[in-house]
């Protein structure tokens, strides 16, 4: 029988076979004496079935490895979906040898090392899939942003519903804690760093992790990344010690300790220096232009002097010759500009606006004034009036104080070439992929800190379009104070990752140490240093920690946690070697709270409880304002006092019941000091000052004008806003696992929904599709598509028909992911269905 034969009867011919085993094992025990007892029946029954799913297993993990086709074991239809929906014929040679290395056919840990734009995210997909379709295991990626986690969604979701396994998105306040255990289908979960951590807790929590196959992780070197390397490293640690069977993939740029990281996830190692297009690097000193040559011995080698006719006036305006750098490339070709901050990237592209010629109007200029249109649309008529000076010219700006709606239409507008020059910040290189005919560094710096190699290299890296330009090239802009440092930046080795779980004073060893006990993984002193022994901690320590030993650092944690009373000593061992957690404990990690807030968020719900008001959303608000974005944000006092003012009598109540009486606003305001008596906790202040903001917005719904009233960034109040329904989410957690604030689940579960989509309500439902912005909500809901089943039963082209601005691309990508969501919910009902009408295995039985 040949291997498409065999794996088209699999399915059956496994079924009929355990069918056949269980009717021959009850005939042969049949024939054991009638009067045994009903309850030793019922208990060979159980043994009969333990006995055929071994068997089944077995049987299905030889089959497992068999083929589902030519392409890497893989149908030919994946192949086909790649071409369709990616656009990519075929693969590059170091994606195949990627492909068929024997550490991946035998399912070993691998990281692979490539530079940016080298096509690591293919080869993962690829692995994604077989995962899925040949070993039929659920799959978890996790990406380190949470516009990186939709943009994923969104491109997947057509897979999916083809291939029918389920896309489920981690991000935000979406997902759900444990997963839905889905019986017909595999899913793959995609999330954050901080979503990853919290489905890996609860899969281990509802012993379930062995479900998942295959761990994705890009951007491996995020380890090193403080805060969030620390949770990163959390998840992976707890992978490989809870479950053997599941294999680990980190997608990494070049690092200099990569045996560290080998090490830590007993991972073999793959790196090739492949990109697809050639990059060429040169720094620009006056009107010089070097290039980078690391056989030089400054690193830089002459290669022209610029030509540009330079007036007076703009020698004044751009002394730095951006003008001069970004005219030979565009319009017919894209320039990213990369500035030190948010202010310089749109005076940048302010002041190139300025000095171009009258013809840049002309270049693309109806689908320019398309875009005008659609970000006036996302502004609810609003326009910022930078990008309405610069777009006409092809020119945006692009940071973290745009809007996500006006991000998306940004990056959607550059990459179909109707813009072809981006000035925006570093982080736009760690996010979605705009690759660049040309890259301009405009300064060694981000805000005050001088470029790290990585950041240049992950910049730089954008520079060439695969299947576009044969070569791409950047330029990094030098004054003469900065050329030394610069030279060490360019001949720099690459940087070391180093384990950041004592970041912080500490605090992710601490968090770590506590999910431990809670989720019974370790619960001596012993079990907590055998498991930090095979973290990057425990390779690194000698050299990360050298004067504490991991044993010490247990100890000294373990001791750090029973002071806050998130731990405490099993009463039924007295010499005290087993650790228990407590209710605050197991609230704290169940809803993913920082130990730093954890006692001050108990502190404010019990409070709250008091005298909770509810005749206005303002307090529930206030008590899931973010405790970590107080920092980010100042008071403006007299804003503070205007907004207090127009505020309802109950809710003026509320401000003093949290310990803002008006009075000491108004000194505030007036610029008078306040006495010792009447002083209020500046935190509680600021904290209340956000809840104001988000208050606002919940009422309104209007970002632009809630953004304006408050003097602070359209991005900033997004960004707030997004935070809150992700702490929100945590704190309904929290107080699931704390008796005394059940009244708060019913009332956070409908406020996390409020501040996910903070929209009139008929739009809630389209906004549920990754990818559908308020906007385009209102257009479809126009159009008459008003429900999901709309959305996921429409046809592409009349989608495209009925709704202005919208490709046939996006429109088959909203389709799809709303079918894909149908699915979930179709399949989440299914399950409860299932487990209502399956009769209990337990059920107690009165013998005869």
């Given at each position: ?47 009969v ?23 890497f ?7 086909d ?30 990281i ?8 690591k ?55 759900k ?51 969030r ?108 500009v ?8 749109e ?15 002309q ?30 010219y ?8 745009l809007?996500s ?73 030098l ?17 070391k ?23 019974n ?33 247990a ?16 009463p ?7 650790l ?16 730093t ?28 304002t ?43 305001a ?44 359209r ?10 329904s ?10 699931e696992?704390?008796?005394e ?9 409908e ?77 989440a ?20």
């Open positions: 029988m040949n291997k498409t034969e065999d794996t088209q009867r699999g399915p059956k011919a496994r079924r009929s076979m355990a069918n056949a085993m269980k009717r021959a094992m009850l005939g042969n025990a049949a024939t054991v004496s009638s009067s045994v007892a009903k309850i030793a029946q019922q208990q060979k029954e159980l043994l079935t333990e006995e055929i799913n071994v068997a089944m297993q077995t049987m299905q993990s030889i089959s497992m490895e068999t083929d589902l086709g030519p392409f074991g893989l149908p030919s239809k994946v192949k979906l790649i071409n369709r929906l990616k656009g990519i014929e075929d693969l590059y040679d170091w994606q195949k040898t990627c492909l068929t290395l024997e550490s991946v056919q035998q399912r070993r840990n691998l692979y090392s490539l530079p940016t734009s080298g096509g995210t293919l080869v993962a997909e690829i692995l994604i899939l077989k995962e899925i379709l040949c070993r039929k295991n659920d799959a978890l990626l996790i990406l380190p942003y949470v516009s990186l986690v939709q943009e994923k969604v969104r491109g997947l979701a057509s897979f999916g519903v083809e291939l029918d396994f389920l896309v489920e998105e981690y991000a935000g306040s979406k997902g804690f444990p997963p839905i255990k889905r019986r017909q289908k595999n899913s793959l979960y995609i999330t954050t760093i901080e979503k990853g951590h919290s489905l890996v807790n609860s899969l281990i929590d509802t012993s379930r992790l062995d479900n998942i196959g295959l761990v994705v992780v890009d951007e491996l070197h995020m380890l090193g990344d403080g805060s390397g620390a949770v990163l490293e959390m998840t992976l640690a707890k992978v490989l010690h809870v479950s053997k069977s599941t294999q680990i993939i980190g997608m990494s740029a070049t690092l200099g300790n990569v045996g560290d990281l080998q090490k830590f996830l007993k991972a073999e190692n793959y790196s090739n220096d492949f990109r697809p297009v050639q990059l060429k690097e040169y720094v620009k000193l006056k009107d010089s232009i070097y290039e980078v040559d690391s056989k030089e011995e400054q690193c830089l080698k002459f290669s022209r002097l610029l030509n540009y006719k330079y007036s007076n006036s703009l020698k004044k305006m751009d002394p730095d010759h951006i003008v001069a750098l970004v005219t030979e490339v565009i319009p017919s070709q894209s320039c990213l990369f500035c030190p901050t948010k202010k310089n990237c005076n940048v592209a302010g002041m190139i606006c300025k000095y171009l010629a009258r013809d840049f109007l270049h693309k200029e109806a689908e320019k004034a398309t875009l005008l249109k659609e970000l006036k649309d996302c502004g609810n008529g609003l326009l910022c009036p930078v990008l309405q000076k610069t777009v006409p092809g020119l945006a700006y692009h940071h973290s104080g809007t709606d006006e991000r998306r239409l940004v990056e959607e507008a550059y990459s179909a070439g109707t813009l072809c020059l981006l000035t925006c910040t570093s982080t736009l290189a760690a996010g979605v992929n705009l690759p660049a005919r040309r890259v301009i560094l405009r300064s060694p710096y981000i805000a005050m800190d001088f470029l790290r190699r990585s950041q240049y290299k992950q910049m730089v890296g954008r520079a060439g379009r695969a299947g576009i330009d044969s070569m791409g090239e950047s330029i990094l802009v004054q003469e104070k900065d050329k030394i440092m610069a030279e060490k930046l360019l001949s720099a080795p690459m940087e990752c180093y384990s950041n779980l004592l970041h912080d004073g500490g605090k992710g060893l601490l968090s770590l140490i506590l999910s431990l006990i809670g989720l993984v370790a619960q001596t002193l012993d079990q907590i240093r055998n498991f930090l022994s095979g973290t990057l901690l425990g390779v690194q320590q000698a050299h990360v920690c050298p004067e504490r030993s991991l044993s010490e650092m100890a000294q944690s373990v001791e750090a946690l029973m002071e806050k009373a998130l731990i405490t000593f099993s039924d061992h007295p010499d005290g070697s087993v228990l957690i407590t209710k605050l404990g197991r609230a704290s990690f169940k809803g993913s709270v920082d130990l807030y954890s006692d001050v968020l108990y502190r404010d719900l019990s409070k709250g409880l008091e005298g909770l008001l509810l005749n206005s959303f303002l307090h529930l608000v206030y008590l899931v973010p405790y970590d974005m107080v920092s980010q944000c100042k008071p403006d006092w007299m804003i503070y006092f205007r907004q207090f003012t127009l505020l309802t009598p109950s809710e003026q109540k509320i401000c003093a019941a949290v310990g803002v009486p008006e009075s000491f606003v108004a000194r505030k007036a610029g008078q000091s306040v006495k010792k008596s009447q002083s209020v906790d500046t935190e509680v202040a600021s904290r209340l000052y956000l809840a104001l903001v988000l208050h606002a917005l919940l009422k309104e719904t209007d970002l632009w004008s809630v953004s304006e009233r408050f003097q602070l960034t991005g900033f109040v997004q960004t707030l806003l997004s935070s809150s992700a702490f929100c989410s945590c704190v309904l957690h929290f107080a696992e704390l008796e604030f059940w009244p708060f689940k019913a009332l956070l579960v406020l996390t929904r409020r501040l996910t989509y903070c929209v009139q309500t008929e739009l809630i439902p389209l906004m549920e599709v990754v990818g559908v912005m308020e906007a385009r909500a209102k257009q479809l809901y126009n159009a008459g598509y008003k429900t999901l089943a709309h959305l996921a039963n429409a046809d592409p082209n009349d989608l495209v028909k009925s709704v202005e601005n919208l490709s046939k691309r996006q429109a088959n990508q909203i389709v799809a992911s709303a079918k894909m969501l149908i699915q979930e919910k179709a399949e009902l299914q399950e409860e269905v299932d487990d209502l009408l399956t009769k209990p295995i337990d059920l107690p039985s009165v013998g005869s």
